[in-house]
C-alpha cells in the first residue's frame, strides 16, 4: 500500500497532493486512510485469527471446516470459505496424518502367467 509512502514523503517536506498525484490515487483516499489505518474488517478477522489459533490449539485435528463450526457457536458470524482463507493465509492445517503418494513404484512379479505371449490379434473367434 502507498499511504505510508505518502505519509513519509510528507514529513520529508513534500506536499500531500504531489505525492498522490505522483504515485496515482486521491487525496481524499489518503485522508482516509489516515483518519483510519486499520480497518474494521482487519480488526474482526485479527480477532477471528486468535480465536481460531485458540481452536486450533485445544485440539489440533481441527480442520478449517471444524473451526468454522467452533466459531459459528461461539458467536460471530463466519462462513467456512471466510475460515479457509484465513486458516491457509497463516498456515492453520489439520494434524491428521495424510498417506504418502507412492511415486515411482516399479510394478511388482506378473500375477499370472501369459499363455498368448502379447499377442492380442486373433483369425478367428475363439482361436489363439
Known sequence: MMFPLVRELAAAGIPVAVACRVLGFSKQAFYQ??????SERD????????????????????GHRFIAD??????????????????????IFSATIRRARRMNKKPGPPVCDDRVQRNFTATAPNQL
Open 33 to 38: 486512510w489516515a483518519a483510519n489505518p486499520v
Open 43 to 62: 480488526w474482526q478477522e485479527a480477532e477471528l485469527l486468535n480465536a481460531a489459533y485458540d481452536i486450533h490449539a485445544d485440539d489440533p485435528e481441527f
Open 70 to 91: 467452533e466459531l459459528r457457536a461461539a458467536g460471530p458470524r463466519v462462513s467456512e470459505r471466510r475460515a479457509w482463507r484465513l486458516c491457509s493465509q497463516q498456515r
